[in-house]
């Protein structure tokens, strides 16, 4: 009888141990694996940009690309500096990519309809999404 319970005892703990490492992942982890998937950007003629106290990665990417819903692609040029939009700081160095020769490439154009469409899926599992940011995400998937 005692190495059935030890036995049971075991298999719940078990269970309990891959249940908790298989739970939702949190957002930096989430980003992490979209940009691990999504290799293919041309980041020939890339320029760069160190962030400065007050910016935020739209106002970077409207002042780079004159449209703010392309900063995923900057955070996927610039992995391994930035990881989640919520999360940049002063002094990091951003990696910004020719927007048209990256539309111009099919792998390039792949990654970043990926991106955007990863977007704006990890958007819709937050607490409080913003459909703006959404719809926007989808539309500059959907016009690659």
Do not use: W
């Not at 908790?20 to 940009?49: I, M, R, V, W």
């Not at 020719?98 to 704006?120: P, Q, T, V, W, Y």
């Amino acid at each position: 009888m005692k190495k059935v319970i030890l036995f049971s005892a075991l298999i719940i703990c078990i269970m309990l141990t891959v249940s908790c490492k298989s739970g939702p992942k949190d957002l930096d982890e989430q980003y992490s694996d979209l940009y691990d998937a999504n290799t293919g950007l041309d980041l020939t003629g890339a320029g760069t940009y160190t962030v400065k106290s007050g910016d935020t990665l739209s106002a970077i990417s409207r002042h780079a690309y004159n449209d703010g819903f392309y900063y995923p692609i900057i955070m996927l040029a610039s992995r391994g500096v930035v990881v989640n939009p919520d999360k940049i700081q002063p002094g990091m160095e951003l990696t910004i990519p020719d927007l048209e020769r990256n539309k111009a490439g099919a792998a390039s154009r792949k990654s970043m309809k990926n991106c955007f469409n990863g977007f704006a899926s990890i958007e819709k599992t937050k607490a409080n999404p913003n459909q703006g940011l959404i719809d926007g995400f989808r539309k500059r998937a959907d016009e690659l």
